[in-house]
């Protein structure tokens, strides 16, 4: 596709269960990056992938949380153990190589919402 | 931590009016950027400001990113109901984080006809 494509757009689950949000990044693009926006808050940085490593996973808030990305290109954001606190919109983004003055390219995110 | 404070934090204008948003730090930022996000999409960049003391034009929006580095503004001339959005600026960090965005709050902004 021509942008950033993520999955499930939304999704309403109940407190305790697991959730798998995915992201699909622009074709070629090396850097993936996952943020979560809250109600009255700014994107919140989680984790930023340089190919399929993570070296800055410094913002993903517990161990409820994890991420993976393989071949370079889709990305699965997991939340074990779902909070009421965990409703938010997920962000994911793609750059080129990674920021440095380059632009990130966001999709349309994730509403997660948990009863 | 790096923290980006954006002032006001809403903005309900009427058409042809201007107004000035406003994104400031105690941290040096390697390049700050500015972001407009409609309601259910990602944001979308605007533009991106490396120098200190640098101003961008880009229509009826002008960017002025700071001597130190450390804060920047957003100027809109004659808003139309069409700039309606939340305006996010994010600076870069320097050196080896300079891959990382942090976002302030946001500014919402809604231009009435």
């Known amino acids: 596709g021509a942008g950033v494509s993520q999955s499930p757009s939304n999704k309403v689950t109940e407190k305790g269960k697991d959730v798998e949000l995915r992201c699909d990044p622009i074709?070629?693009?090396?850097?993936l990056y996952w943020y979560r926006q809250s109600l009255g808050q700014g994107l919140e940085f989680l984790i930023y992938?340089?190919?399929?490593?993570?070296?800055?996973k410094s913002g993903l808030p517990s161990d409820r949380f994890s991420a993976e990305r393989t071949g370079g290109s889709v990305s699965t954001l997991t939340i074990q153990r779902t909070q009421q606190e965990d409703s938010a919109v997920y962000l994911c983004?793609?750059?080129?190589?990674?920021?440095?003055?380059?632009?990130?390219?966001f999709g349309e995110g994730s509403r997660l919402t948990v009863l | 931590t790096q923290l980006l404070e954006q002032s006001p934090q809403f903005l309900s204008i009427q058409e042809g009016e201007n107004l000035t948003v406003y994104c400031n730090s105690s941290s040096v930022f390697s390049s700050l950027q500015w972001y407009r996000q409609e309601p259910g999409e990602g944001p979308v960049l605007l533009v991106t400001?490396?120098?200190?003391?640098e101003v961008k034009k880009l229509k009826r929006l002008t960017f002025q990113f700071g001597d130190a580095r450390k804060d920047s503004s957003l100027h809109i001339t004659a808003a139309q109901p069409g700039d309606t959005g939340l305006y996010l600026c994010?600076?870069?960090?320097?050196?080896?984080?300079?891959?990382?965005?942090?976002f302030g709050k946001g500014t919402l902004l809604t231009v009435n006809p």
């Open positions: 400001v490396v120098t200190g003391g």
């Open positions: 994010a600076g870069a960090g320097s050196g080896g984080s300079n891959y990382k965005l942090t």
């Open positions: 992938f340089q190919g399929n490593s993570a070296p800055d």
């Open positions: 074709s070629g693009h090396t850097a």
């Open positions: 983004a793609s750059s080129l190589r990674g920021l440095a003055g380059g632009e990130l390219f």
